[in-house]
DNA sequence: GTGAAAGCGCTAACAC
DNA sequence: GTGTTAGCGCTTTCAC
């Protein structure tokens, strides 16, 4: 098939490619029964407008870039798949670039993103980034940026997070009104604001409850199901007393409840566990895992709207960013019952 | 920031623009001179390429149209990880489109991507398709065209899929050495030629080890973890007496456990189970699931790399398209250990 | 209501 | 080794 340009059609209707072009985009002054006649022969003739050009000329490409650390989390996919399909409903494209959580491929990505002339980033950074670095470019070049989930708050671009913080204040709050009384926390070594905001969730609900924050009980180190298991094995050696764990996310927490069950302790009789993210792992593991939901579909689709309005807006960096944050939802499963043998 | 082209380095350095684009380009004809010059020039204006023009010049756009189902199944996001990453590193860029399981979405989808002039489309199809419709288009354009998973064969297009008759024969004949005598197949009503291929494989399975085909033995619904529950329910309140289910994925085979434990009915020992696909959730569940494995991120690069080859290539259907069919992979976990106490 | 013409920022064929 | 020139297929301003 030979490529069929506005051109083609024109010449097949004996009438200039500008009428053409400009009743393909249904122009207001043009004739209805031009229009119908441009639109049958584009029709006939296999037209398909190119893209490629109109967004040359026009300086917009409908495209918009989005940039997430890895697609094989579900977190991720689950918010991409929001937003592509908000986007798509609006005549969006979504170009998709994974960081692979290595800040030097996202500067990679930007520049991929920016030559490509996309019409805006929608990113959640990878997870060791340090400075605000390259996507300072995108905002230079006025061009919309927002964040979701993971973002850099120095920058004057808008973000739809979960409250984390609040979260975590949840989670603990919960474990404590089940009964718990010593609850141990994990997090990441790394330095990402969502899991230290889970922390001092963790810590402001202990002090309001009336707790004592002891350091022993909050363990660092690489989130992973492995990481869980050592914690465990890490605080049943060393003897450290605790009936309840925090994990900063699911996949830790399933690690506790393996090892947990190894040795044999009762869950949630003895120690009560709670993750953090709601993978959907969650309700099919026995017992089944107490989490704090993250909203990721609602995530998607809201930053993508919140997206839409910056676009029509225009003036993007202006006024001061909105930043949008979902509460969490607390989901309370078999984990964390409480320990109704504590008073045998 | 004013955005800045060829030209304006051009001017810069007081030589023409075509020096600086063919310099930028790495041109072999230009002085190493010259080019370290106007690359330095192009760093220090903060120059990017405009990509659009160059793929309106050159007619390859370096991007290519990836269109699955949905994201928001793990299969599909662990394959266009894989897709993505590959892509990448071979200076291609992803243009995502989801139809969400719509052939009518997926056709738009095409049309979309046409007209975005991607180099080539990577799909897998709608599960309510019923004509090679607008794939055809693809074809007719001579633009590259490859499926993965769901494809199809009736086009002349190369695809990746694993080999879902082996991944059905398979299951079933581990179930089989595991001395189960009574196996259950569920499958789905809509017409899908993976769900076919795994129903061929148990039939076969069964024939090869002498054993008889009941077709009360084989249920029909739409996938999902309630039917599965509903076929339990159905199969006994019928007292159809059977030892083992091959489900045709793994989230009916949750529903199979959930049921079968709230009916007291001991796994692996009265009722095997397997399912297919091999979720996150199947080694973490409790009995864990025993299932069969797709290889979803060896799938993804293996289509990409496929998809590279046909680019380089330049003739795209002149040849019988390559149809790799990647190896099941079996995982034997809990559920399936065997009916041990048969003996009794 | 339609036509004429310019130009978006590049690539690439042809000069010299 | 570098300059000249002609488009790619549209959008858009200015005519009439």
């Known amino acids: 098939m030979k490529k069929v340009t506005i051109l083609d059609i024109a010449k097949e209707l004996d009438i200039t490619f500008s009428t053409?072009?400009?009743?393909?985009?249904?122009?207001?002054?043009?004739?209805?029964?031009?229009?119908?006649?441009?639109?049958?022969?584009?029709e006939r003739l296999g037209y398909r407008k190119n893209k490629i050009a109109s967004s040359l000329r026009s300086g917009k490409s409908n495209i918009i870039g989005v940039l997430v650390p890895s697609l094989d989390v579900s977190f991720f996919s689950s918010?991409?798949?929001?937003?592509?399909?908000?986007?798509?409903?609006?005549?969006?494209?979504?170009?998709?670039?994974?960081?692979?959580?290595?800040?030097?491929?996202?500067?990679?990505?930007?520049?991929?993103l920016?030559?490509?002339?996309?019409?805006?980033?929608i990113a959640s950074i990878a997870i060791n980034r340090e400075d605000s670095g390259t996507y300072e470019d995108i905002i230079n070049r006025n061009i919309p940026l927002a964040f979701f989930d993971r973002s850099l708050d120095d920058l004057n671009a808008p973000s739809v997070t979960i409250d984390d913080y609040k979260g975590g204040y949840m989670a603990t709050e919960h474990l404590i009104k089940a009964g718990y009384k010593n609850i141990?926390?994990?997090?990441?070594?790394?330095?990402?604001?969502?899991?230290?905001?889970?922390?001092?969730?963790?810590?402001?609900?202990?002090?309001?409850?009336?707790?004592?924050?002891?350091?022993?009980?909050?363990?660092?180190?690489?989130?992973?199901?492995?990481?869980?298991?050592?914690?465990?094995?890490?605080?049943?050696?060393?003897?450290?007393?605790?009936?309840a764990i925090f994990t900063l996310e699911d996949f830790t927490a399933m690690g506790v409840i393996q090892q947990l069950k190894v040795q044999h302790i009762n869950i949630p009789h003895e120690v009560g566990?709670?993750?953090?993210?709601?993978?959907?792992?969650?309700?099919?593991?026995?017992?089944?895992?107490?989490?704090?939901?993250q909203q990721t579909n609602r995530m998607g689709e809201e930053i993508a709207l919140q997206f839409l309005k910056m676009l029509k807006a225009g003036d993007f960096y202006k006024s001061a960013p909105l930043r949008i944050k979902l509460d969490p939802i607390l989901i309370i499963?078999?984990?964390?019952?409480?320990?109704t043998w504590e008073n045998i």
Chains 1, 2 share one sequence.
């Open 20 to 42: 053409v072009a400009r009743a393909l985009n249904d122009h207001p002054a043009i004739s209805k029964n031009t229009k119908e006649l441009v639109k049958a022969a584009a």
């Open 79 to 112: 918010v991409v798949h929001g937003i592509e399909s908000i986007m798509n409903q609006n005549g969006y494209s979504v170009l998709l670039y994974q960081s692979q959580e290595s800040y030097k491929k996202e500067d990679k990505g930007i520049e991929t």
């Open 114 to 121: 920016l030559n490509s002339r996309v019409d805006g980033v």
């Open 184 to 243: 141990v926390h994990i997090t990441e070594t790394r330095n990402l604001a969502i899991f230290k905001e889970r922390m001092r969730g963790y810590k402001d609900a202990l002090k309001a409850y009336g707790l004592p924050l002891n350091e022993d009980l909050i363990l660092k180190g690489n989130l992973s199901l492995d990481f869980g298991k050592e914690c465990v094995k890490n605080l049943t050696s060393r003897k450290i007393p605790f009936d």
């Open 273 to 293: 566990i709670i993750g953090f993210a709601n993978e959907a792992f969650g309700s099919l593991v026995s017992p089944t895992l107490s989490t704090i939901d």
């Open 333 to 339: 499963r078999e984990s964390s019952q409480g320990p």
